[in-house]
């Protein structure tokens, strides 16, 4: 692993661009983010489920879907911790088996990001 302060943020490489992508933004990109939790739940539970996502702090939306995930979540949140709660809390409500997280890329960045390639 490398580390280097540079004048907008602190990189860290670890040899995986994407997570060195998303670290930037965070570090970069302050107020808030935004998240879509994907859920599949147990047969029968769908709706309790994405009614119950509606009472975490920091979940907008949350509807039942038809296709690979039973229920998808918005969330707004402002730091990857308040995320971890998020994801654990999803966790916790009876008829989930599974979660997947896709944080959003806020903004398109072209000269804020340093060359990772060349």
């Known amino acids: 692993m490398e580390r280097s302060e540079g004048s907008k943020a602190l990189q860290v490489v670890v040899g995986d661009e994407t ?11 302050g ?8 859920i599949n739940t147990k047969p029968g539970s769908l709706w309790k489920v994405a009614e119950e996502s509606l009472k975490i702090s920091g979940v907008k939306m949350a509807h039942a879907v038809t ?12 730091s990857i911790i308040d995320l971890k709660k998020i994801i654990s809390d999803f966790q916790l409500i009876d008829g989930v088996v599974k979660t997947h997280t896709c944080i959003a890329i806020p903004t398109r960045l072209t ?3 340093p060359q990772t390639r060349k």
């Open 19 to 29: 997570l060195y992508f998303i670290a930037y933004l965070i570090i970069i990109r």
């Open 31 to 38: 107020n808030h983010m935004d998240a879509y939790i994907l």
């Open 67 to 78: 296709g690979q995930f039973d229920v998808i979540a918005y969330a707004k949140f402002p």
């Open 111 to 113: 000269e804020d990001l």
